[in-house]
T-cell receptor
Framework: GDSVTQMEGPVTLSEEAFLTINCTYT??????LFWYVQYPGEGLQLLLK?????DKGSNKGFEATYRKETTSFHLEKGSVQVSDSAVYFC??????????FGAGTTVTVRA | DVKVTQSSRYLVKRTGEKVFLECVQD?????MFWYRQDPGLGLRLIYF???????EKGDIPEGYSVSREKKERFSLILESASTNQTSMYLC???????????FGDGTRLSIL
């Protein structure tokens, strides 16, 4: 069935380091793909999205490209800050109005 | 600015109690959702509603029910709370397949 798998955490980085969180999906058809972020004590916020193959979503220095050939949507940021410490969720919309979420990756950035 | 409001941030109840979690959205969205969030499991869909008085089971509906009498309000009901329902509960709303869901801040529910 449809599913999404993301890199397990936790991930600990130093400020200005490069961040990659891997996300792959299994789905029939052409799902929409999303990254959400959850800061401590808050609900989820949309970080970026892509709705078709080769689309690149970007926001707050984060980027992810919809790769249909590898069924992937990896999240990247070139230089992280302490304020990027959060839990990141990959999600996809397989064709109806529901979303399926990955398990989440906890990222901690040290000063 | 879009807003999904959950009635309580923290809630403590006892086993066997009937528990109501309320959620209101101001975006006129057709679809509303209830998830629970547990460490290592991500978000799991409990129930969703695609119209007033319409509902469908998600992945883990056992022990829960929902009510949607008005478009803007979606309630989650724990009929007889149990300790394994201690969790973070997140409400969300959305309009179309390609439109992301908007989330409330969550209710952290403890069942003692």
């Amino acid at each position: 069935g449809d599913s999404v798998t993301q890199m397990e955490g936790p991930v600990t980085l130093s400020e200005e380091a490069f961040l990659t969180i891997n996300c792959t999906y299994t789905a029939t058809g052409y799902p929409s793909l999303f990254w959400y972020v959850q800061y401590p004590g808050e609900g989820l916020q949309l970080l970026l999205k892509a709705t078709k193959a080769d689309d690149k979503g970007s926001n707050k220095g984060f980027e992810a490209t919809y790769r249909k050939e590898t069924t992937s949507f990896h999240l990247e940021k070139g230089s992280v800050q302490v304020s990027d410490s959060a839990v990141y969720f990959c999600a996809f919309g397989p064709g109806d109005y529901k979303l399926s979420f990955g398990a989440g990756t906890t990222v901690t950035v040290r000063a | 600015d879009v807003k999904v409001t959950q009635s309580s941030r923290y809630l403590v109840k006892r086993t066997g109690e009937k528990v109501f979690l309320e959620c209101v959205q101001d975006m006129d969205h057709e679809n509303m959702f209830w998830y629970r969030q547990d460490p290592g499991l991500g978000l799991r869909l409990i129930y969703f509603s695609y119209d007033v008085k319409m509902k469908e089971k998600g992945d883990i509906p056992e022990g829960y029910s929902v009510s949607r009498e008005k478009k803007e309000r979606f309630s989650l009901i724990l009929e007889s709370a149990s300790t394994n329902q201690t969790s973070m509960y997140l409400c969300a709303s959305g309009q179309e397949r390609s439109q992301p869901q908007h989330f409330g801040d969550g209710t952290r529910l403890s069942i003692l």
